[in-house]
């Protein structure tokens, strides 16, 4: 009999052993697994406080006119809503979305006041528009939802219609989206200093 408690109880032994180890095992992976987890948390809740930051930041601006920017511009543009902002990397702007004919507001911001004309365009020029949509689609992926209303980039992706102009009086140059459709404009303004 004792031959057979001694091989019984190692076996026995051997699979408690393993049984132990195949536990520490899941444990460990278990383990591994939270800390993963609460790891990518940790990351995504920096990153999202940080783009937060970095909005509140942005939409923390001043409400703005157009011809508080543009003087004596009070009887082109109607429907006018602007924003001043500065970004976290120190650049000043504005953006306004209003409505105008073009044919006389570019020949008025043609005309605006410069303090280098050195720097400065003497005429806007048409402007492909792709690398504006390709830029204003890749800030929109970073930005929280609800952040602004991106409902008119789908617009200038499918609209053949649409215009786009640059146009540098320094220290202001402006990126100039126009629809012909409903004479409305988006006009980016930054300010160079």
């Keep these: 009999m004792k031959k ?3 091989p019984v109880v190692t076996a026995f032994l051997l699979v408690s052993c393993s049984k132990i180890e195949e536990k520490i095992d899941q444990t460990v992976q278990k383990t591994t697994e939270t800390v993963q987890q609460k790891a990518q ?3 995504e809740e920096t990153v999202k406080k940080t783009v937060n930051e970095s909005i509140n930041s942005f939409t923390n601006s001043q409400d703005v006119k157009f011809n508080e920017v543009f ?4 009887s082109m543009v109607s429907e006018d809503k602007g924003k001043k902002f500065k970004l976290p990397t120190g650049t000043e702007g504005y ?3 209003y409505k105008a004919d073009i044919a006389a507001l570019i020949p008025f911001l043609e005309k605006q006041a410069t303090s280098d004309e050195s720097k400065s365009d003497k005429a806007a020029r048409k402007i492909d528009g792709q690398s504006i949509i390709s830029k204003i689609s890749l800030i929109s992926k970073f930005l929280p939802e609800n952040t602004f209303d991106t409902s008119f980039l789908e617009d200038i992706k499918t609209d053949t219609s649409i215009e786009y102009y640059k146009l540098k009086r320094f220290p202001n140059s402006s990126t100039i989206i126009y629809n012909p459709k409903n004479k409305t404009i988006i006009q980016y303004v930054e300010v160079n200093k």
């Excluded at 003087?71 to 009070?74: G, H, K, V």
């Design 4 to 6: 057979y408690i001694l």
């Design 71 to 74: 003087p004596n511009s009070e």
């Design 95 to 97: 953006i306004f979305k």
């Design 41 to 43: 948390e940790a990351v």
